[in-house]
């Protein structure tokens, strides 16, 4: 009888053990209209670990580097942050606790650069400068 129990509890741990959560981080990138931002950089620290968003903007890191640059756990009950960078985005960051397990982070949302062109206080009307001798300097016609 004993040795019956002894498997039966057996089996109930052994398909706990095959549910355990493997420890990793999931994120995604998307610009202000809620779009997928394809080829984000994405940085861990601490973990030494940069990574590329997939086309659909998601990433997952399941892994740290060490000083040797060898792939190590996630460490469990640590507080991370993540930086994004892209060109033609503003740079962004985000911390959070990882605890253990599956860790989702909300969206992280990255703003378009914009260029401002102001106008300055020269004038550079073509009439202003009826004069238009030639420049000192070389000619490269027939020299």
Known sequence: MSS???LALLALL???VAWAKKPVIYGS???RN???VARVNVKLSPGNVEIITDESG???IDYLRDE?????KLSKRTDYEIELFKVGYHASSMKFY???GELFLEPATLKEDTIS???GQDNIDPGQYPDRAQSSGGSYEGE
């Open 117 to 119: 062109v102001k106008g």
């Open 14 to 16: 052994v398909p706990g």
């Open 4 to 6: 019956f129990r002894s």
């Open 29 to 31: 990138v998307v610009n």
């Open 34 to 36: 809620g779009d997928a």
């Open 98 to 100: 990882f605890k253990r």
């Open 68 to 72: 040797e640059g060898n792939r190590v």
């Open 58 to 60: 998601k990433f997952s």
